[in-house]
């Protein structure tokens, strides 16, 4: 996007870009003329929703991140 390498963007959901930070992504492609096409579109949500969307998509991101380091680690003392 920031090298011009395209001019639009299409996805089915808007999660399917970004878990969360959508608007960071959206001011960034405004900048370089990238148009972004999101196909199934929820319409009408609420700030509320949106925003209880963002903490669980930020849980979920962490809490796969925490679980992924433990499985690691049991690995490496199996593997001891």
Known sequence: VCEGGCSKIVVNYKD???????????TVCEEHNVDIEII???DDISYEEELT???LAIITVFSAKLYGKRS????QIVAE
């Not at 399917?16 to 959206?26: D, T």
């Not at 690691?72 to 690995?75: A, D, F, L, Q, Y």
């Open 72 to 75: 690691h680690r049991n690995e």
């Open 16 to 26: 399917r870009l970004v878990r969360f930070g959508y608007e960071l992504i959206e």
């Open 53 to 55: 969307e963002d903490v």
């Open 40 to 42: 199934n579109q929820t």
